[in-house]
């Protein structure tokens, strides 16, 4: 029995990265402080990273690799980018939330 | 063997989410938020991307999470929020019904097409030595070989977008001089 699911398949990490990603969206949803948020963005990206790390082990295919390069690349630019308005934000207003950004409505 | 790393790293990504989704302070989501993020170095490990797990570690541990750190800090927003308040009452269980929803598609769709026979694209994922023997530095070789053969536009690319998002960042968080704030103002 134990010998039948000795190695972990395809499968499971896509599993595993379904949940990650749903956990991610939760945060997004529940969650109502501008860093958290952030935070569980990154989730959402590492439950993707992972997918795409699984798929390109199982069709052999070095190009999942690059797309997860690239994917880090870019979250590292948009961390830069919103951390950097969340500072500006949160200097005019401490201790705002989600609910109090309402700047942009029209 | 496999299957231990699989369990054990699997719970480390699991826990650290749930950590971040459910902790009332900052800092401790910022911290299992690490525990997350080597939990997929692991398993990337165990992928075969050995690169990209010494990325995971170096550029997501290292910088991004001392970044949010730094934030958290300098704002002194580190006071903890209250998860108890609601502010619309149904969010929690719609958000909650959206993540079941989610997860539960994904799941199925990789568990019926778990047999499914893939198209061979790719002619695996290390470069093998000279000698044909194992090569230590397979994995690195053969993406350094995919990033800068097919994909040099958008490597330097990358290098602009980081440039741009470095200087669009000092110019959104410096503090404003005084004319322009009234300028702001008016």
């Not at chain 1, 958290?36 to 795409?52: D, G, I, Q, R």
């Not at chain 2, 990789?110 to 090569?135: C, F, I, M, Y």
Request: glycine letters at 8%; hydrophobic letters at 60%; aromatic letters at 6%.
């Amino acid at each position: 029995m134990i010998g039948a699911i000795a190695t972990p398949t395809t499968t499971w990490y896509l599993i595993l990265s379904a949940v990650l990603f749903s956990i991610g969206v939760v945060g997004v949803l529940v969650r109502r402080n501008p860093l958290v948020l952030f935070m569980c963005v990154e989730l959402m990206l590492n439950a993707v990273n992972l997918s795409f790390v699984a798929f390109a082990k199982k069709l052999g295919d070095i190009g999942g690799q690059t797309t997860v390069f690239f994917v880090m690349v870019v979250a590292a630019a948009e961390v830069v980018v919103g951390l950097g308005i969340v500072v500006a934000i949160l200097r005019r207003k401490p201790n705002a939330t989600t609910d109090d950004l309402a700047e942009l409505k029209g | 063997m496999e299957l231990f790393v699989f369990i054990v790293a699997g719970a480390m990504v699991l826990a650290g989410a749930v950590g971040v989704v459910l902790s009332k302070h900052p800092v401790h989501a910022a911290l299992s938020l690490i525990l997350t993020l080597f939990g997929v170095a692991v398993l990337f490990v165990s992928l075969q991307a050995n690169f990209l797990a010494a990325v995971q570690v170096i550029v997501y541990a290292g910088a991004i999470v001392v970044l949010f750190l730094f934030v958290i800090m300098l704002l002194g927003v580190d006071n903890a929020e209250n998860l108890r308040i609601e502010p619309f009452k149904i969010q929690r269980p719609i958000a909650a019904l959206v993540g079941v929803g989610i997860s539960s598609l994904v799941i199925t769709a990789a568990v019926v097409s778990r047999n499914a026979v893939p198209p061979k694209t790719g002619d695996g994922l290390e470069v093998l030595a000279q000698n044909g023997g194992a090569d230590h530095d397979g994995n690195i070789r053969k993406l350094a070989r995919d990033l800068f053969s097919g994909h040099v536009l958008a490597f330097e690319l990358t290098s602009a977008l980081l440039v741009i998002a470095v200087v669009g960042t000092v110019v959104l968080a410096r503090k404003p001089r005084k004319g322009e704030l009234d300028e702001v103002a008016a």
